[in-house]
C-alpha cells in the first residue's frame, strides 16, 4: 500500500467517523485524529515525489544529511525513519513551490488534534466538527493542483458530493467562486451585472470558477468544484443569461408573447437579447434579428408590433398560405 492509499483511508476514515458525530459526539475525537493525520499524509506524498532521487526521500524525512552521488556531486539525503513535521512539511512544501494553500486550517486541526491526544479539548463537540468542514477545503486547494487528480478520483463521487455539502466548506469555496467569477473580464455588461447567477451546466452547483484567466475571454473555462464537469466561457455565458431571464422565459413558454433570450444565428448558442437584436458573445459581430420560425438572420427592419415582421420571407408567406 502507497503512502497515498493510507492518506486515503485515513480521510476516509475521518468522514465515516464525522458523520456519525450527530449521535454520538465521541466520534468527533476519532475524527480528528483520522482526519488530520491522512491530511498530513497527503501533504507528505507530495513531499516525497519532489525528492530526488536516490536520495533516501530527502524531503520527506525530518533529519537530513549530505553525500555524494555515483557522479561524486554532492547531494542532501534523508536520515533515519523520521518524517516532517507539521511546520516542517509547510515549509519544504512552499519553498518547493507549493503555494496557494490556507496552512491555518490545517494549523487549527492539529492543534486541536494534540489538545484530544491529551485528554481534552476547549471546544465542544459541534465546534470541532465545525472545525474539520473547513479543513476539507485543503483537499480541494492542494489536490487538483499538485497530486495531478481530482477529489472525486481520489476519494470517489459519493464521498466528495458529502464533503462539499458541508456548511463551513461550502460557504468558502462559494466566496472563493464569487471572487474568481468577478475577475472574469466579461463582454458584456448582462454578463458582468449578474455573474453571480452562474451555475454549473451539469449539476447546477454554484460551485464553479474559472482554471485561469485568459486572452481572449472567449477561451476561459470554468471547472466546477462540486462533479468536476469542465465548462466553456459560452456555456457560462448561457447559464447566467438563462438565469436572469428565467421568469420573463417561463412566462413566454407558458403565457405566450416574445422570448427576451433566443438561439442566435450565428454562433448557435443561447445568448441572443431579441430587445437588443445582440448577441452576448458574438457582441459587435452580432447578426441581425432571427426569423422566429427558421432562425435565419433576418435583413429587414423589424417592427415589434408585429409578429409577423418577425418572420423571414419564406416563413411568413407558408403562414400566409396556410
Same mark, same amino acid.
Given at each position: 500500500?502507497?503512502?497515498?492509499?493510507n492518506?486515503?483511508?485515513?480521510?476516509?476514515?475521518?468522514?465515516?467517523?464525522f458523520?456519525?458525530?450527530p449521535?454520538?459526539?465521541?466520534?468527533?475525537?476519532?475524527?480528528?485524529?483520522?482526519?488530520?493525520?491522512?491530511?498530513?499524509? =497527503?501533504?507528505?506524498?507530495?513531499?516525497?515525489e519532489?525528492?530526488?532521487?536516490?536520495?533516501?526521500?530527502?524531503?520527506?524525512k525530518?533529519?537530513?544529511?549530505?553525500?555524494?552521488?555515483?557522479?561524486?556531486?554532492?547531494v542532501?539525503?534523508?536520515?533515519?525513519?523520521?518524517?516532517v513535521?507539521?511546520?516542517?512539511?509547510?515549509?519544504?512544501?512552499?519553498?518547493?513551490?507549493?503555494?496557494?494553500?490556507?496552512?491555518?486550517?490545517?494549523?487549527?486541526?492539529?492543534?486541536?488534534?494534540?489538545?484530544? /491526544?491529551?485528554?481534552?479539548?476547549?471546544?465542544?463537540?459541534?465546534?470541532?466538527a465545525e472545525? =474539520?468542514?473547513?479543513?476539507?477545503h485543503?483537499?480541494?486547494?492542494?489536490?487538483?493542483?499538485f497530486?495531478d487528480r481530482?477529489?472525486?478520483?481520489?476519494?470517489?463521487e459519493?464521498?466528495?458530493?458529502?464533503?462539499?455539502?458541508?456548511?463551513?466548506?461550502?460557504?468558502?469555496?462559494? /466566496?472563493?467562486?464569487?471572487?474568481?467569477?468577478?475577475?472574469?473580464?466579461?463582454?458584456?455588461?448582462?454578463l458582468?451585472?449578474?455573474?453571480e447567477?452562474?451555475?454549473?451546466?451539469?449539476?447546477?452547483?454554484?460551485l464553479?470558477?474559472?482554471?485561469?484567466?485568459?486572452?481572449p475571454?472567449?477561451?476561459?473555462?470554468?471547472?466546477?468544484?462540486?462533479?468536476?464537469?469542465?465548462?466553456?466561457?459560452?456555456?457560462?455565458?448561457e447559464?447566467?443569461?438563462?438565469?436572469?431571464?428565467?421568469?420573463?422565459?417561463?412566462?413566454a413558454?407558458?403565457?405566450?408573447? /416574445?422570448?427576451?433570450?433566443?438561439h442566435?444565428?450565428?454562433?448557435g448558442?443561447f445568448?441572443?437579447?431579441?430587445?437588443?437584436f445582440e448577441c452576448?458573445?458574438?457582441?459587435?459581430?452580432?447578426?441581425?434579428?432571427?426569423?422566429?420560425?427558421?432562425?435565419?438572420?433576418?435583413?429587414?427592419?423589424?417592427?415589434?408590433?408585429?409578429? =409577423?415582421?418577425?418572420?423571414?420571407?419564406?416563413?411568413?408567406y407558408?403562414?400566409?398560405?396556410d
Amino acid at each position: 500500500m502507497t503512502m497515498l492509499d493510507n492518506a486515503v483511508s485515513s480521510i476516509r476514515l475521518g468522514i465515516e467517523d464525522f458523520k456519525t458525530i450527530p449521535a454520538d459526539d465521541a466520534r468527533a475525537l476519532s475524527a480528528i485524529r483520522n482526519l488530520s493525520a491522512g491530511l498530513l499524509l =497527503m501533504f507528505k506524498v507530495k513531499l516525497q515525489e519532489l525528492s530526488p532521487a536516490d536520495s533516501n526521500e530527502a524531503f520527506l524525512k525530518q533529519h537530513v544529511t549530505t553525500g555524494l552521488d555515483a557522479d561524486g556531486n554532492p547531494v542532501w539525503l534523508g536520515k533515519g525513519g523520521q518524517t516532517v513535521d507539521v511546520r516542517t512539511i509547510q515549509e519544504r512544501l512552499e519553498n518547493l513551490g507549493v503555494k496557494g494553500i490556507d496552512w491555518s486550517l490545517l494549523k487549527k486541526l492539529t492543534n486541536m488534534r494534540n489538545d484530544v /491526544e491529551h485528554y481534552y479539548s476547549k471546544l465542544p463537540p459541534s465546534g470541532l466538527a465545525e472545525a =474539520m468542514a473547513a479543513s476539507f477545503h485543503l483537499i480541494q486547494q492542494f489536490v487538483p493542483r499538485f497530486l495531478d487528480r481530482t477529489p472525486i478520483e481520489l476519494l470517489g463521487e459519493d464521498l466528495w458530493k458529502f464533503l462539499t455539502a458541508q456548511e463551513a466548506f461550502y460557504n468558502r469555496e462559494l /466566496e472563493i467562486c464569487k471572487v474568481a467569477n468577478k475577475e472574469v473580464p466579461w463582454g458584456h455588461e448582462l454578463l458582468k451585472d449578474s455573474v453571480e447567477l452562474l451555475q454549473c451546466p451539469a449539476c447546477k452547483s454554484p460551485l464553479i470558477k474559472p482554471v485561469a484567466l485568459v486572452s481572449p475571454a472567449s477561451e476561459i473555462a470554468f471547472a466546477c468544484t462540486c462533479c468536476a464537469h469542465s465548462a466553456s466561457y459560452a456555456e457560462a455565458a448561457e447559464t447566467i443569461a438563462t438565469k436572469h431571464y428565467f421568469a420573463d422565459l417561463y412566462y413566454a413558454l407558458t403565457k405566450g408573447g /416574445e422570448a427576451p433570450l433566443e438561439h442566435c444565428s450565428s454562433c448557435g448558442h443561447f445568448s441572443y437579447l431579441t430587445e437588443e437584436f445582440e448577441c452576448l458573445l458574438c457582441l459587435e459581430d452580432s447578426p441581425g434579428p432571427a426569423c422566429t420560425e427558421c432562425g435565419v438572420t433576418l435583413e429587414s427592419e423589424i417592427d415589434n408590433d408585429d409578429d =409577423m415582421t418577425r418572420l423571414c420571407g419564406m416563413c411568413r408567406y407558408a403562414l400566409q398560405a396556410d
